[in-house]
Structure formats: structure tokens, C-alpha cells
């Protein structure tokens, strides 16, 4: 068995691990890499290999740091089956076919600058001067119909000597861990890929499953460095928050990702209205694709916990109550800033990056009676990175603001272990462990997660960097 690190290789995204074993090749995600925009344009575009070369992929969830980069996958000529829990194929189908609107809308934004600049020459150039999405809606398109349906805990044969089993990552709805099982060689050997490792206690969804002993991990290590504060604190928190910007008659802009965040923080003021602890002020999600996404949450309560469950037992729906509103046109999206008094507005993206936030963020970072909510992990180079930052003044679409609102932080709904949930999640396996290699992470954080898994289990960790392989028997 040969393994290679394609993507996620000192960094926290464009997940791709390359498995070779009997003679068949198998990609282990194969994910959106983000950052500076050439750079990432360069990368995700020239894949390492043809894509016909590949005979599978088994997807851990629906993150697009792990799935965004099949359509290019498929553009390259691959057309074997894509492997994953039924609830991340669902997400995916909204998922990847809004990364694609995201790609042509991006390259006709370049186009058109390019023309006004009349500089249509460029490392991208087909020849007219004109830039290609990444990939484009019927891309995305022709990727949906190649996923296969493996549900948790129903072991998968990918081939005569090879199976996979999926646990549940307690990361995102459908999230899971991996765990290969090759019996071709003199004694079985087991891989496991933990994708993306959650957390307990998150809102939502079920805690992350134990895990059996294994010979070889690929261990994630966003937070290796790191530890969070409770997830159990949060709702105070978010309380506090809302009630003392409701006091100053401000408004509450909270960035969150489309998938899993939203959710999570619809739950939690959901909550929140329930208990009388806020007032009783409008709360809109606005976000096409968070309305798309609640509605996979709403079809998928086989991968909901206790507490979730027990909303249906009571004829409640989770993910909606009275003092909520989805908006799904942007004409409504902008009649959101005629609206007077106190309101809670969830938007993407949860980086500040791109969508809609953008416009709720211009009309309102500059008054200091609002606050801005960062819900999740912000990027390095990123507008959200800079505002928990404490930047005193951001550009936003190109024009300079001073950041005058209140800005607050709820990390305590990270969707990633920190350091301490890391070492306890990897407990079960370290007395079986030959290797781990690290990935996932800033080099920082994986540095310091291998130095500890060396002095507190003596274990041999690896931060592989991209391109590097390793042969396991
Ligand atoms: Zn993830």
C-alpha cells in the first residue's frame, strides 16, 4: 500500500491523499484548495495526475476543502464511482453546484475588468484573453450522478482485498472517518483517514464515534496547537451578545458558513426565544444556500443527537420558528437595510470572502451600535481573519471602512477537536499505531501535535509535505 500527499499537506485545505494498492489508485477527498487567489487558481486547476487514472474516491463529508475539487476531477476524465454517507452526498448536490456559480461568476468578474483594462493577456489565457471558470455548472453537474450511497457502519468492498467503513467525525451532518482494510498482504492492515475530527457536545449532531485500533492514521491537525473554550458556555454567550447589541439598538451580522453554523446557530437561538432569554427581535438567514442546506438537515435525522431528536418527539422543527425567516432573493436580502431596530441576520460565507455578507457587512460595520458575530475558523489572508484581528480599518469590494461595530467571537462552536479532543480521540489507537502522519493544519499547529503525540504516547508522527509518499506494510 503507497500513499501520497497531494493536498492539506502544511495547510488547512485542498484535502486530496492518493491510496495505490492491487493495482488500483483511490482518492481519499479531493477538496477546493483557498488561499491567495492565483496560487489557489494554480492548484486546484493542475491536478497531479490524469483523472482517468483514478479508479474511486472516498469522500469523508461535504466541506469544500474536501469535495470542491471532483467537478475538476471530472473535467480531467474520471468517471469511477464517488464514495460517501448518504446525508454528505445530499449536501453536496447544492454544494458543489454553488462552488460552480461561485467559479463562473469569479471568471466573468475577471473578464470584465480585463476588458475595461484591455490587458487580456494572462498565465490563463485560452487564446482570447478570456478566463475559464475553474469549473462550471455542467461540471459540477456531471459529478453528481458518479456518488454511491455507503451509510455509517456498513462495511464497503472497493475491491476483492480492499473494504472501508465509515465512522461518524461528529464534525458536520454526514461527516466521517475513514478506516481501510487491506487483506492482500501476510497480515491484514488497517488505514485510517480521520477526515475532518469533531467535537462533543456540538448542537445538532452526534459526538464523534470511537475508534478501532488501526496501523497507520492520517490524523487532521487544524488545532494541534490549540485548545477551545466549552461548547457547553456558548449559549450564555450568544445571549449576552445578542441582548447587550439589542440594548444599544444595534444590529447582529453574524458571517457563518452555509453548512453545519447556520444550522447550529438557528438551533441555539431557537433556544434561546424559547427560554425568554432574548427579546423578541427578527432573525433572518440569508443565504440560498443555507435555505438548500437546512432542508438536507431537516431529510437526514438519522444523523441527529438526543437533544434533536427530542424537537421532533415534540412536533417542533428544528430548524425553524416564528421569529425566523429564510431570504432567498437578493432583492429581499436588500431590504434588510431599510429595517429599523434590533435584528439578528446570518449570512455566507463564514470567511467574509464572498456572498452576501459582503453587502450586510458595508452597511453596517461602520456604526457602532452593531456587532459582527465570527462563528467559525478564519483563514490567514482572509477579511474575517482580519476583523477578529482587530483591524481598525478593512477593505470592502476594493473601498477602505473603519471597523467601528463591536466585534465578537463564538469559537466555541468550532466544528474541529482542539488539541485536547485530538489526543483523547486518538486514544483507542495508540498502542496499535506504527505511524501518523499529519495533515490539515497550519505547520505551526502540526509541529506542536506531533512533538506531543511523541513525548505523551511515543508515537512516530509525520507532517508529509505535498507530493511526498510513504509505503506501508
Ligand atoms: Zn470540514
Known amino acids: ?177 475513514i478506516v481501510m482494510n487491506e487483506t492482500s498482504g501476510a497480515a491484514p492492515l488497517r488505514l485510517t483517514y480521520s477526515g475532518d475530527v469533531g467535537r462533543p457536545n456540538l448542537p445538532i449532531i452526534r459526538d464523534p464515534e470511537r475508534m478501532p485500533p488501526a ?17 457547553e458556555h456558548v449559549i450564555n454567550k450568544l445571549a449576552d451578545v445578542v441582548n447587550r447589541t439589542v440594548r444599544r439598538g444595534g444590529r447582529i451580522i453574524v458571517p457563518a458558513f452555509a453548512v453545519g453554523r447556520t444550522q447550529q446557530l438557528v438551533l441555539l437561538l431557537h433556544q434561546l426565544f424559547n427560554e425568554k432569554r432574548i427579546p423578541n427581535i427578527p432573525l433572518f438567514v440569508d443565504s440560498p444556500l443555507a435555505l438548500n442546506v437546512t ?22 422543527d428544528p430548524f425553524g420558528f416564528k421569529r425566523l425567516q429564510y431570504i ?43 456587532t459582527v458575530l465570527i462563528t467559525g475558523f478564519q483563514a490567514q489572508e482572509t477579511l474575517g481573519r482580519k476583523l477578529v484581528e482587530k483591524w481598525p480599518e478593512v477593505r470592502i469590494f476594493g473601498e477602505p471602512m473603519r471597523v467601528r461595530a463591536e466585534i465578537s467571537s463564538l469559537d466555541e462552536l468550532s466544528g474541529h477537536a482542539d488539541q485536547g479532543e485530538l489526543l483523547e480521540w486518538i486514544k483507542p489507537m495508540v498502542h496499535s499505531l506504527r505511524k501518523v502522519f499529519l495533515v490539515h493544519g497550519e505547520p505551526r499547529q502540526s509541529e506542536i501535535l506531533a512533538q506531543l503525540l511523541h513525548t505523551r504516547f511515543g508515537l512516530e508522527a509525520v507532517c508529509p509535505a505535498p507530493g511526498q509518499s510513504f509505503e506501508l506494510a
Open 1 to 177: 500500500m503507497r500513499l501520497t500527499f497531494w493536498g492539506a499537506a502544511g495547510t488547512v485545505t485542498g484535502s486530496m491523499h492518493l491510496l495505490e494498492t492491487g493495482g488500483k489508485r483511490y482518492l481519499l477527498d479531493c477538496g477546493l484548495y483557498q488561499g491567495r487567489r492565483k496560487d489557489a487558481d494554480l492548484r486546484n486547476r493542475r491536478l497531479p495526475f490524469p483523472g482517468n487514472s483514478i479508479d474511486a474516491v472516498v469522500l469523508s463529508h461535504a466541506h469544500i476543502d474536501h469535495s470542491g475539487n471532483l467537478p475538476t476531477l471530472v473535467k480531467n476524465g474520471f468517471t469511477g464511482p464517488i464514495y460517501s454517507t448518504p446525508a454528505s452526498i445530499d449536501l453536496c448536490n447544492w454544494m458543489l453546484r454553488d462552488t460552480a456559480h461561485i467559479q463562473e461568476k469569479d471568471a466573468e468578474f475577471v473578464n470584465k475588468r480585463l476588458e475595461k483594462r484591455k490587458a487580456a493577456r494572462s498565465g490563463k489565457d485560452n487564446g482570447n484573453g478570456i478566463v475559464q471558470p475553474l469549473y462550471t455548472m455542467a461540471d459540477a453537474e456531471r459529478t453528481l450522478p458518479l456518488f454511491q450511497r455507503v451509510p455509517y457502519r456498513e462495511p464497503f468492498e472497493l475491491s476483492s482485498t480492499l473494504t472501508y467503513e465509515a465512522y461518524d467525525a461528529g464534525h458536520i451532518l454526514g461527516s466521517s472517518c
Open 215 to 231: 496501523d497507520y492514521l492520517i490524523l487532521e491537525s487544524t488545532y494541534g496547537g490549540r485548545l477551545h473554550k466549552q461548547v
Open 295 to 316: 432542508q438536507v438537515h431537516r431529510d437526514h435525522p438519522e444523523c441527529y443527537d438526543a437533544e434533536t431528536r427530542q424537537y421532533l418527539t415534540d412536533g417542533e
Open 328 to 370: 432567498r432573493e437578493a432583492v429581499d436580502s436588500k431590504k434588510l437595510n431599510d429595517l429599523h431596530g434590533p435584528f439578528v441576520v446570518i449570512s455566507a460565507s463564514g470567511m467574509c470572502e464572498q456572498g452576501r455578507i459582503l453587502h450586510h457587512l458595508r452597511n453596517n460595520i461602520e456604526d457602532p451600535r452593531n
